[in-house]
Nanobody, 124 residues
């Protein structure tokens, strides 16, 4: 079955950096658009970034544009989220997700496969 496993979360001071990784198995990784979402306590899960499978086009939420970078390594079945200049409001559980759709989608309902999440905490 499909498994997505995130890692790389942790506690960091404001202004710091973290790199999240998500390793996928059980699917043809190179044929899946990959997304990162996050969910803070008491809030809905929100879109952060996505990268298409066909030509590695990327798309970001306005709140992270210029600070976060999504990338993928198809040889390693891994998608990354490099997070720089972190802010306390970036604190959340971060999830990676996969969809076979060719285009980038921001709706969580379009992603059938999800990881278990990794906690990112940014202290002020």
């Amino acid at each position: 079955q499909v498994q997505l496993t995130e890692s790389g979360g942790g506690l960091v001071q404001a202004g710091g950096s973290l790199r999240l990784s998500c390793v996928a198995s059980g699917l043809i990784f190179s044929r899946n658009t990959m997304g990162w979402f996050r969910q803070a306590p008491g809030k809905e899960r929100e879109f952060v970034a996505a990268i298409s499978w066909s030509d590695s086009i990327t798309y970001y939420a306005d709140s992270v544009k210029g600070r976060f970078t999504i990338s993928r390594d198809n040889a390693k079945n891994t998608v990354y989220l490099q997070m720089n200049s972190l802010k306390p409001e970036d604190t959340a559980v971060y999830y990676c997700a996969a969809t076979s759709l060719v285009v980038i989608v921001k709706s969580r309902h379009q992603y059938p496969y999800w990881g278990q999440g990794t906690q990112v905490t940014v202290s002020s």
